[in-house]
């Protein structure tokens, strides 16, 4: 079982916006401010979409934002395009015998 | 350009010791800037972290996610640019693409994952 929980799937329409939510607790998102999104397409590696809650790496469409309020953080895909179907991961620093503590992923579909 | 790559055997037989290493090019596995760490993902599954290192002065420190603790050793070559996942006893629930990564280290919090490495599927089957 995933430390953190997401929603299995999400969808919306070319041009749309579309919101994932990521839940765990006051010792793992709600403690830090180093929560991260990747992007993971079918057999390629997951690629680090937002770090630090709400920061873009650079290469990043700005598109794409974080967000979190207590124990919950999310992302929203803005503008949605078809390359942006592809599974989306959270995560959240644990404390230091818990680097990285995963969501069990959600599925964006762009219909 | 990071690159990392993992290598090492596809198919392990249970009970045995599962055994990666990862080659490190573009990047020095000797700054405390970066952890390097271990993820893996069962197929049609989500991701888990199993361990990182980083190296700070002379000394390399591992963090090991604590259900998979008793069975995970992360060690590192750092002359080969390498570091490598051994995993005891495993069984068909550790069958899994394996994948390496650096971490961005911000005081010691883990900042997320900035380069993966291609991932490598390992099969646990006799």
């Known amino acids: 079982q995933s430390a953190l929980t997401q929603p299995p799937s999400a969808s919306g329409s070319p041009g749309q916006s579309v919101t994932i939510s990521c839940t765990g607790t006051?010792?793992?998102?709600?403690?830090?401010?180093?929560v991260s999104w990747y992007q993971q397409h079918p057999g390629k590696a997951p690629k680090l979409m937002i770090y630090?809650?709400?920061k873009r790496p650079s290469g990043v469409p700005d598109r794409f934002s974080g967000s979190k309020s207590g124990n919950t953080a999310s992302l929203t895909v803005s503008g949605l395009q078809a390359e942006d179907e592809a599974d989306y991961y959270c995560?959240?620093?644990?404390?230091?015998?818990?680097?990285?503590?995963f969501g069990a992923g959600t599925k964006v579909s762009v219909l | 350009q990071l690159q990392l790559q993992e290598s090492g055997p596809g198919l392990v037989k249970p009970s045995e010791t599962l055994s990666l290493t990862c080659t490190v090019s573009g990047g020095s596995i000797s700054s405390s800037s970066y952890y390097w760490g271990w993820i893996r993902q069962p197929p049609g599954k989500g991701l888990e972290w199993i361990g990182s290192m980083y190296h700070s002065g002379n000394t390399f420190y591992t963090y090991y996610n604590p259900s998979l603790e008793s069975r995970v050793t992360i060690s590192v070559d750092t002359p080969k640019t390498q570091f490598s996942l051994k995993l005891s006893s495993v069984t068909a629930a550790d069958t899994a693409v394996y994948y390496c990564a650096r971490q961005l280290n911000r005081a010691g919090y883990s900042s997320g994952c900035w380069g993966w490495g291609q991932g490598t599927l390992v099969t646990v089957s006799s």
């Open positions: 995560s959240s620093y644990a404390g230091s015998n818990n680097l990285e503590v």
């Open positions: 630090e809650v709400s």
């Open positions: 006051s010792s793992d998102v709600g403690g830090y401010n180093y």
